[in-house]
């Protein structure tokens, strides 16, 4: 694993998940459903924890879905999920969170917008409605600012002491001092409400990389409190731009050791499963070697040597069998996750990354004697060739996980 340091941070409990100070950093996601669904946002909630996220955040946007949260989280308790449950308040949280006790009661963390709070106002009621809620329920807040929905009476102020200066900075800089205004500001009203920072996320999001980088190394600077911080580049995208985005963007700061949790937040295709996030999350991580999630599969792009489509196949059939299977292994076989298996397409770098990965296959290029050589930890032990060279693997990779880990 990489020896990135990590800034020191307030070790946060949110239900059964610790977060900040020496634990791993935590991936979170968020259901598209409408939560007053009670049945379609526990299947989303229980497919999400599948694939791997730790923390799942519901929107608590009206009276029905209030009424909903304690029928979630029984329904998850019911099939043995014990993933903790964020409730995504604007607008109206401290009406539904003082009207729907059992609301309150029933989730792990409470997320405040500062910014749609107390819209307009130099008093922070809601706010401290809020805060006050959660600390009768024991309960953790993300303080969670964002530049789409800043602090109007913060920003406006800022703006205009800006003006004065002899050399003003141009308004996205100033945005950005507002959004760490903004969450500090708050974190800090928290405390003198008497609520503890052990249980205070901070987050400040932004859509553009080279902001989001300057607003969390400020947050993380250590005068401002070493609040345990959330991760995410506010709405990403969709596709290649939303993953490249995300990963350009979070990879800075984890290389930096901030970020005790991240969310990927990128739109989905019509019709796609909500767990992409999930899975560009966890692979970020693990690409920094932060974190193991599942097996990784190294594979060569392919060019004028390979038989491509051969290839191409049973690259993403390992890669697929390996990522099902490691749902099963996450509790039977947790280690199973550091391993690395290599496909490699013809002769000029297959034998040799082969045998630096723990099993590594070497299939036969365009011309090539058509015999796979298989390597595990280094040496050859089988030679594969016929229509089941991918089951055949398959097979060997299985018996590898069983005896190793």
Known sequence: MAQIMRRPSESVKIGSVWMGGNHPIVVQSMTNTDTADVAGTVKQICELADAGSEIVRVT????????????????????????????????????????????????DKYRINPGNCDIGKEEKNNFATMIEIAMKNNKVVRIGANWGSLDKVLLARMMDENSKLSSPCS????????????????????????????????????????????????????????????????????????????????????????GDTIRVSITPQVGASRTEEVVVAQQILQSMEL????????????????????????????????RLNMIKWRDLKPRAAEMNVA?????????????????????????????????????????????????????????YVESHY
């Open 60 to 107: 608590v946007n009206n009276e029905e879905s209030a009424k909903a949260v304690p029928l979630i989280v029984e329904g998850l308790e019911k099939t043995g999920y014990t993933t903790p449950i964020v409730g995504d308040f604007h607008y109206n949280g401290h009406l539904l969170l003082k009207k729907y006790p059992e609301c309150a009661s029933s989730l």
């Open 291 to 322: 974190r193991n999630f599942t097996p990784q599969v190294t594979s060569c792009p392919g060019c004028g040597r390979t038989t491509s489509t051969f290839f191409q196949s049973m690259a993403e059939q390992i890669q697929d069998h390996l």
């Open 171 to 258: 308004s996205e800089k100033v945005m950005e001092k507002a959004l760490v205004a903004s969450a500090l500001e708050s974190a800090r009203m928290a405390e003198v409400l008497g609520m503890s920072k052990d249980k205070i996320v901070l987050s400040a999001k932004i859509s553009h990389i080279q902001g989001l980088i300057n607003v969390y190394r400020e947050l993380a600077r250590p005068e401002n409190g070493n609040y345990s911080l959330h991760l995410g580049l506010t709405e990403a995208g969709m596709g290649h731009k939303g993953v490249v985005a995300s990963s350009a963007a979070l990879a800075v700061l984890l290389q930096e050791g901030i």
């Open 343 to 399: 496909v490699m397409g013809c002769i000029v770098n297959g034998p040799g990354e082969s045998k630096q990965a723990n099993l590594g296959i070497s299939l036969p290029g365009t011309a090539e004697d058509p015999k796979a050589p298989v390597y595990v930890d280094g040496k050859l032990v089988a030679t594969l060739q016929g229509k089941n060279i991918v089951p055949e693997f398959v097979k060997i990779v299985d018996q």
